[in-house]
């Protein structure tokens, strides 16, 4: 008997939800937030992507910004929470939103609570990869500079090199993700971002995923606990 297996999704769905994704850094956080924020309707809000594009203009919060980037440490609070709090009062918002890369402390995530609506779920997915993955998915990862697409060497390259199959925009290698700056990242993850983990857990709403799996699978399993849980 042939068995087929049904591409039907899970639950398409309007009703609101926050959702926060936890990984370290490369972790298929923004990889994973692009599926989500499209299953779900809702901004997809990169606190990096957000930096990225001050860097690019080179406005006051980027050449800041830069400075710690570059040195792969938490840009300070001072810069970041304006600029998140600012976006997150646009009316895209009112109906959810998936945050990607913040709150990265402690200190930030008292902040979101002061601020948020609690009338909208929240959901922390909290993505696991190893330190050693990570080091060697950070070497592979290539980025569009016009529409965002990531891409992997090791996983999945572009179809033609340097250009994106999505866009047809110029593909580069993020500066942050050269090896010496990565493993800064991992240490201050590992020091100031994963206090979170129980921080939320403690609150009950984190879900454990392990992100050390083939990419759609951990988004069938994403989407699965979060219709699961609250839809
Ligand atoms: P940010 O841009 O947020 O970087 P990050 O958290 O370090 O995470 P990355 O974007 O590197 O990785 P990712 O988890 O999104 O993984 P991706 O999907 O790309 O922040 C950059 C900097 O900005 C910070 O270091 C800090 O200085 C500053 N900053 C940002 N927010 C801040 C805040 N709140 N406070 C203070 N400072 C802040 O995937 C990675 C690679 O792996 C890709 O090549 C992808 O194709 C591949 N991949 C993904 N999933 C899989 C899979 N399942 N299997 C195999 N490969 C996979
Ligand atoms: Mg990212």
């Known amino acids: 008997m042939i068995m087929i297996k049904s591409t039907k999704p899970l639950v398409s769905t309007q009703a609101a939800v926050a959702l926060i994704l936890l990984g370290p850094p490369g972790s ?8 989500l924020a499209h299953e779900y309707q809702i901004p997809h809000i990169s606190s990096g992507d957000l930096f990225r594009e001050h860097m690019s203009k080179e406005t006051i919060i980027g050449l800041k910004a830069k400075e710690f980037i570059q ?3 938490l840009v300070p609070d001072e810069f970041v929470m304006d600029m998140l709090f600012d976006r997150l009062a ?10 990607d890369g913040f709150p990265r402390t402690v200190a930030q995530a008292e902040a979101l609570a002061g601020k948020r609506d609690i009338k909208i779920p929240l959901i922390v997915l909290y993505l696991e990869v190893p330190d050693a993955v990570i080091v060697k998915r950070a070497e592979g990862r290539l ?16 179809r033609l090199p340097g250009v994106c199959d999505k866009c047809g925009g110029e593909i580069y290698r993020r500066p942050d993700d050269d090896a010496n700056i990565v493993l800064k990242r991992l240490e201050v993850y590992h020091e100031l971002t994963s206090p979170l983990i129980q921080y939320y857990t403690d609150q009950g709403i984190l879900l454990k ?14 989407k699965k606990s979060i219709n699961e849980k609250y839809l």
């Open 71 to 73: 040195a792969g440490k």
């Open 90 to 99: 646009h009316p895209d918002c009112a109906r959810g939103y998936l945050l």
């Open 28 to 35: 298929g956080k923004g990889t994973q937030a692009k599926r």
């Open 209 to 222: 995923f392990d992100g050390n799996q083939n990419s759609d699978t951990v988004y069938y399993q994403l």
């Open 143 to 158: 980025v569009c500079k016009n529409c965002g697409m990531v891409y992997n060497l090791y996983s999945s390259s572009p």
